[in-house]
T-cell receptor, first 115, second 109 residues
Framework: DAGVIQSPRHEVTEMGQEVTLRCKPI?????LFWYRQTMMRGLELLIYFNNNVPIDDSGMPEDRFSAKMPNASFSTLKIQPSEPRDSAVYFCASSPGTGLNNEQFFGPGTRLTVL | RKEVEQDPGPFNVPEGATVAFNCTYSNSASQSFFWYRQDCRKEPKLLMS???SGNEDGRFTAQLNRASQYISLLIRDSKLSDSATYLCVADTGGFKTIFGAGTRLFVKA
């Protein structure tokens, strides 16, 4: 099992540029989560999907952020335009189901730096 | 008030020590609770789920007190390899999970 795959692992871009982060969840998992982690704010849930449908996007910071899941094996998180305060590690996680004792499996993360 | 609050770190303990972490959650509707471990510059990984009756996994014991909305993690006989950040997690009564800010543990030889 390859686990959750994220790309790129590192991204350095300039303010104003569009950034697209990619995630491939574990096959068979119905839930996909996008998180952002910073020293100041810790690990924050941005959005999650169930069976490719966005369920809760209340954590998305503003309209510059958007996420899609066109099929069960792929999701993207896009930031347009990017700002220096978006610099963080972005994690994707998948789970076979939420509720009691359902583990979330995290990908290795994408370390984003916006200059 | 944050939805999930943890002990401020870092905890610095010698090998073999017993250390306890505490966590409180604010949403009384929360049903699922977990402890995750995160190593430096790595992704979080599940350490253990927290059951209402309390549960143990080797040197690790987790407790839940619903009345006080309090979760704890006890590590016995600390090893150098236990050095990490420990994240307390609660759901919000639905499917949304909230992570605490984490408690850093350093185990020294």
């Amino acid at each position: 099992d390859a686990g959750v795959i994220q790309s790129p692992r590192h991204e350095v871009t300039e303010m104003g540029q569009e950034v697209t982060l990619r995630c491939k969840p574990i096959s068979g998992h119905d839930y996909l989560f996008w998180y952002r982690q910073t020293m100041m704010r810790g690990l924050e849930l941005l959005i999650y999907f169930n069976n490719n449908v966005p369920i809760d996007d209340s954590g998305m910071p503003e309209d510059r952020f958007s996420a899609k899941m066109p099929n069960a094996s792929f999701s993207t998180l896009k930031i347009q335009p990017s700002e220096p305060r978006d610099s963080a590690v972005y994690f994707c996680a998948s789970s076979p189901g939420t509720g009691l004792n359902n583990e979330q499996f995290f990908g290795p993360g994408t370390r984003l730096t916006v200059l | 008030r944050k939805e999930v609050e943890q002990d401020p770190g870092p905890f610095n303990v010698p090998e073999g020590a017993t250390v306890a972490f505490n966590c409180t959650y604010s949403n009384s509707a929360s049903q699922s609770f977990f402890w995750y471990r995160q190593d430096c510059r790595k992704e979080p990984k599940l350490l253990m789920s927290v059951y209402s009756s309390g549960n143990e996994d080797g040197r690790f014991t987790a407790q839940l007190n619903r009345a006080s909305q309090y979760i704890s993690l006890l590590i016995r006989d600390s090893k150098l390899s236990d050095s990490a950040t420990y994240l307390c997690v609660a759901d919000t009564g639905g499917f949304k999970t909230i992570f605490g800010a984490g408690t850093r543990l350093f185990v020294k030889a």
